[in-house]
């Protein structure tokens, strides 16, 4: 059964101070992973697609990788208006639904 | 350019009641998804729908009803409502191989 697992469940970051997330995965031929990211009261909001093993993206102080088994989102020098919670997702089988972790909820202060 | 539009944003029902959530997605995309997020949770998918059909639907009982209209716009039916449908609704919009953009989703809440 396809499963996606994201740690840790929640993360206080000081301004500054860089960290990662995690995104394990399991899924029978991967299809694209996607991170999402969603501020409180509103949907997600689209910031990357991984394919591949190796993969990168990266998108201002952000930057998403990608193995075999896990993706990690990397967040260099955090900002107060990074705080949100992160979501990460594989691509079903049949490429119409998408399979979320429970997300991450990060929040950086001043 | 407008994305993809909810309404309403908030509805309160009681149990048993029946609800109807409606979308329009994003100009130029063809594809809806609806999604059920719990708080806490990560969103779960429900049904897609594209040329009108519902292509694939994920682990949802049959009170839970879509349908799409020539225009691309979409809607959600839930009957029998139960305590524990109390959720955000997502709808998301998508063109074939593109990621799927959300709206800000319909909060409901079942009393």
């Known amino acids: 059964e396809d499963q996606v697992t994201q740690s840790p469940e929640a993360l206080r970051l000081q301004e500054g101070e860089s960290s990662s997330l995690n995104c394990s995965y399991t899924?029978?031929?991967?299809?694209?992973l996607f991170w999402y990211r969603q501020d409180p009261g509103k949907g997600p909001e689209f910031l990357f697609t991984?394919?591949?093993a190796g993969e990168e993206k990266e998108k201002e102080r952000l930057k998403a990788t990608l193995t075999k088994k896990e993706s990690f989102l990397h967040i260099t020098a955090p900002k107060p208006e990074d705080s949100a919670t992160y979501l990460c997702?594989?691509?079903?089988?049949?490429?119409?639904?998408?399979?979320f972790g429970k997300g991450t909820t990060l929040s950086v202060s001043s | 350019d407008a994305g993809v539009t909810q309404s309403p944003t908030h509805l309160i029902k009681t149990r048993g009641q029946q609800v109807t959530l409606r979308c329009s997605p994003k100009?130029?995309?063809?594809?809806v998804s609806w999604y059920q997020q719990a708080l806490g949770q990560g969103p779960q998918f429900i049904f897609q729908?594209?040329?009108?059909?519902?292509?694939q639907r994920g682990n949802f009982p049959d009170r839970f009803s879509g349908h799409q209209y020539p225009n691309y716009s979409s809607e959600l039916n839930v009957n029998a409502l139960l305590l524990g449908d109390s959720a955000l609704y997502l709808c998301?919009?998508?063109?074939?191989?593109?990621?799927?953009?959300f709206g800000n989703g319909t909060r409901l809440t079942v009393t």
């Open positions: 998301a919009s998508s063109l074939q191989n593109s990621p799927l953009h």
């Open positions: 899924v029978s031929g991967l299809r694209g």
């Open positions: 991984l394919y591949s």
């Open positions: 997702a594989v691509l079903n089988q049949a490429g119409t639904a998408l399979i």
């Open positions: 100009s130029g995309h063809d594809t």
């Open positions: 729908y594209y040329e009108e059909e519902e292509r």
